[in-house]
Structures are given as C-alpha cells and as structure tokens.
C-alpha cells in the first residue's frame, strides 16, 4: 500500500521509548538525534580562508524568454509540488503561456534589486 501524502511522518519513539505523535515533539527528537550523529565537538571552530576570491563577483544574470523556457522545459514533471503548492507539471505544460510574464518578473526584480549589490 502505498501514502498519499509523503510529507506525514508517523509515530516516533524517544530513547525512554515514549511514542512521539506530536510535531513539536517530533522535531526535537529528530534536532537532537542529527545534531549529535558523527559530530565530536571540540570547541574549535575551523579556519575557514576565502572561499571565494574577491575577483569572483556575480554581477549579471540574463534572464529572458528563451531562457526561462528552457528552464521550465527541463522540470522534472513527476516531482512533488513547492511550497506554493504547484506541481513542477503545472509550469511545464503551460511554460509557453507563462515564459514570458516570469521573465519579465524576474527581469523586474533585477531591477529593484541587483545581483551583487549590497542590500
């Protein structure tokens, strides 16, 4: 048998074998268990150097039509929808209607708020 929702997490047993049905709850227990797995904490934050050399500035994105339908070409059309609520198989079937509206927008929002500039 197969979900119909893949984002319900069941029931969940803690290290006193309590059974977790509460989100909240579930959250937490998942927090301390992946905080701690393979991690030995030493108090010593690493040396992190540059990782990006100062030369290294995105400075221009060209978004147009063609662009944008290409992106919207390559969806995955049996994927799970967004946080929007979308599925990926909405934008591909209508990627001719909406390339170039979402192209503009996008252009639009470069405009108020250009890549590499501080905000």
């Known amino acids: 048998m197969q979900l119909k929702y893949r984002n319900v997490i069941g029931a969940l047993v803690d290290d006193c074998g309590n059974i977790i049905t509460n989100d909240d709850e579930k959250a937490k227990l998942f927090h301390d268990y992946f905080g701690c797995v393979g991690v030995v904490d030493n ?51 209508l990627r001719y209607c909406l390339a170039e509206p979402l192209a503009l927008l996008f252009s639009l929002c470069q405009l108020c708020h250009p890549i590499g500039k501080e905000v």
Do not use: W, Y
Request: hydrophobic share 35%.
């Open 43 to 93: 108090n010593v934050f690493p040396v992190c150097d540059s990782l990006l050399r100062d030369e290294c500035v995105l400075d221009t994105v060209d978004v147009n039509t063609q662009n944008t339908l290409a992106a919207m070409r390559k969806l995955e059309s049996n994927l799970s929808s967004g946080p929007d609520g979308l599925p990926p198989l909405l934008f591909k079937r």
